[in-house]
């Protein structure tokens, strides 16, 4: 069997009639289920029921999610204190001097989070050919014409670039957040240095507030996306329409991350 009888299903991920030749797609489904043995890849009960693809094991989905909730959490804590037009925020935390002193530690929370995170997932976001090529086809993307785009792997370009961006904005802000932060550190930082940090530090929020928000709508406006993270899983035809050679790369048994011990759906 090749990897090409992981046809079946149409983008709503239900079972359609025949696709490119397939002369039985909930049979050629059932083999796509059958080849992988990690069970990453589960058939239906009934031919009307979507296949489903594990993508995300529990472990990353809630890592993933320690790492959203400390930004949100972040991210209002850190507007709150920033201008003074802001400062209401401060009573959703019980005032501003709660506020001051718990900002720096969610941000401590939120770097060792995405370290989790940059440590399950960096290798998968490394740069390919065929990301440039899905760059040069962004109109076809935003059109959504996915017949003129190339196959990915388990992220496209658009979301590796979410994740390099975060990982660099992650660090400028812990670091310059830890120059800034004179509880503990200002005996080892200059006013100079302190007011230089500070203003690093907000440019550097600001951005990652803006990486944040096109990450959320593109999860939004790509349907099917949001279950990855809520259920761990999604639909055959969402995996075959969005990261075919992924899915190929799963119906062949191999996997995306070669590490020992890690799952495809990792």
Known sequence: MTTSHVLPEHH?????????????????????????????????????????????TTGARINHWITASSLVLLAATGLALFHPS?????????GGQITRAIHPWIGVVLFFA??????????????????????TH??????AHDDKLPELGKYNAGQK??????????????????????????RYTSIEQQRLALLVHALA??????????????V?????????????????GWAWRYHRRWLRELVAGKKNDRRPGTTPAE
């Not at 890849?41 to 979507?50: D, L, N, R």
């Not at 962004?138 to 059109?143: G, K, P, Q």
């Not at 929020?205 to 593109?218: D, G, S």
């Not at 939004?220 to 055959?236: D, L």
């Open 114 to 135: 995405f370290c989790g995170l940059f440590i399950r997932f960096w290798r998968l976001n490394l740069w390919e050919r065929n990301d440039s090529v899905w760059m």
């Open 12 to 56: 709503d991920g239900s079972l359609g009639a025949k696709h490119r030749g397939e002369a039985d797609p909930y049979a050629a489904a059932q083999d796509a289920a059958n080849v992988h043995d990690t069970g990453a890849v589960h058939m239906p009960a009934a031919p009307s029921e979507p296949v489903t693809v594990d993508r995300y």
């Open 205 to 218: 929020a600001i951005v990652a507030i803006c990486v944040w928000i096109v990450h959320v709508y593109a």
């Open 86 to 94: 802001l400062y209401f925020l401060t009573n959703l935390f019980g």
């Open 161 to 186: 670039i979410v994740f390099w961006s975060m990982s660099a904005l992650i660090i400028v802000l812990i670091t310059s957040g830890l120059v800034i932060w004179d509880q503990y550190f200002h």
């Open 220 to 236: 939004i406006w790509v349907r099917g996306t949001i279950r990855a993270m809520t259920r761990g899983n999604v639909t055959g």
């Open 138 to 143: 962004i109109r076809d993307v935003l059109a």
